[in-house]
T-cell receptor, first 113, second 112 residues
């Protein structure tokens, strides 16, 4: 059982669809994150949840809606996306406060058509 | 404004030689630095880290050097192996509560 699991691994959706990405961590961490990786760009932090509370939203458009029902699960709800939203979406978790590293899931490769 | 910069998008190295990956940062508040390695179709995996109170940290074939005055860190891999071929991300954070800030990554190719 891997530490951070993301489903689905691949997703193709139309611009009018609604879909959700799921992330689950089995590490007992108390912070979870959504990152976006687009080609030739740094990993961009989207949302941060500490102890299930959203502590950071990096000016992410409202068509991305996160949900953290408990410290082990994180969702990213998607609706009316644009083709430029196609990217690799990575979930990560870590223990805060601490200097330990964040652990990443394998990501969901999203294609918006 | 990019706070963590990896100015070399790619690097090719002969097997057995040293690979040196560079990273510069602008935020003087960063006090913890990490390197992640990423294979295609996988998430980044942690490789090595260094605290700002140190200037060197070594783990097997991997050594990270930190030059605070230059706001520069580097990752040395020696000897390089074909399995080291991946994208390497530099990351930094402030204190224990903040999320990581990443660079764009450098694609390392180790040629047999």
């Amino acid at each position: 059982e891997t530490g951070v699991t993301q489903t689905p691994r691949h997703l193709v959706m139309g611009m009018t669809n609604k879909k959700s990405l799921k992330c689950e961590q089995h590490l007992g961490h108390n912070a979870m994150y959504w990152y976006k990786q687009s080609a030739k760009k740094p990993l961009e932090l989207m949302f941060v949840y500490n102890f299930k509370e959203q502590t950071e939203n990096n000016s992410v458009p409202s068509r991305f809606s996160p949900e953290c029902p408990n410290s082990s699960h994180l969702f990213l709800h998607l609706h009316t996306l644009q083709p430029e939203d196609s990217a690799l979406y990575l979930c990560a978790s870590s223990q805060v406060p601490s200097r330990t590293e964040a652990f990443f899931g394998q990501g969901t490769r999203l294609t918006v058509v | 404004d990019q706070q963590v910069k990896q100015n070399s998008p790619s690097l090719s190295v002969q097997e057995g030689r040293i690979s040196i990956l560079n990273c510069d940062y602008t935020n003087s508040m960063f006090d913890y630095f990490l390197w992640y390695k990423k294979y295609p179709a996988e998430g980044p995996t942690f490789l090595i880290s260094i605290s700002s109170i140190k200037d060197k940290n070594e783990d097997g074939r991997f050594t990270v050097f930190l030059n605070k005055s230059a706001k520069h860190l580097s990752l040395h891999i020696v000897p390089s192996q074909p399995g080291d071929s991946a994208v390497y991300f530099c990351a930094a954070k402030v204190g224990g509560n903040t999320p990581l800030v990443f660079g764009k990554g450098t694609r390392l190719s180790v040629i047999a």
